[in-house]
């Protein structure tokens, strides 16, 4: 998977500038905006919508390629759920 808008021009200045910011700091970000935010079923939610991969095929799946999107379920579940 690439970074389909990582390249992205925004004709704003004040965009581009946040857009800059986002590109740099996106982990920061990421834990400022979501860290202790969101219930389990919001980040499952938004996993889904992401992956395309339902909590049940998580559990059930035992693929290397869904062990892999396991893993990462958890540690998202973990560090960012209330």
Not at 19 to 30: A, G
Request: zero cysteines.
């Amino acid at each position: 998977m690439g970074l389909i808008y990582y390249n992205y021009e925004f004709k704003s200045s004040k965009y581009q500038e946040l857009w800059k910011d986002e590109l740099e700091n996106t982990i920061s970000n990421m834990q400022k905006y979501y860290k202790n935010h969101m219930s389990l079923n919001a980040i499952l939610s938004i996993f889904k919508k992401v992956f395309h991969i339902t909590p049940i095929t998580l559990k059930t799946d035992l693929s290397l390629n869904k062990r892999y999107l396991r893993t990462l379920a958890i540690y998202l579940l973990l560090t960012y759920s209330f």
